[in-house]
């Protein structure tokens, strides 16, 4: 099991590496495409229960540019936990 935490990473996952971007993005509109690197073309995103699922990068890209600005003074905490079958578990606040 591998445990990474927000500001001080032990172990670089895809997903730390998407929460750091995207706390960037809010200051740093460049680091929006940053954010491609990390999407499959046809992935689909769902950032909360009861939202609208999002598919196909540039529509994804759309909305975490409409979502970054709500968020600018915003600072996230998080923790990565590897499981035992590959699967990343991400708690953040």
């Given at each position: 099991m591998t445990r990474t935490t927000g500001a001080t990473p032990t172990n670089d996952t895809v997903m730390d590496r998407?929460?750091?971007t995207f706390e960037r993005a809010a200051h740093e509109p460049e680091a929006l495409k940053e954010l491609e690197s990390i999407f499959a073309p046809d992935a689909t995103v769902q950032l909360g229960e009861g939202m609208?699922?999002?598919?196909g990068l540039p529509a994804i890209m759309e909305m975490y540019g409409h979502v970054a600005e709500t968020v600018a003074d915003s600072k996230y905490f998080w923790?990565?936990?590897?499981?035992?079958?590959?699967?990343?578990?991400?708690?953040?606040?």
């Open positions: 998407y929460i750091r609208e699922p999002v598919t923790t990565v936990t590897e499981l035992d079958d590959g699967r990343l578990e991400v708690h953040w606040v």
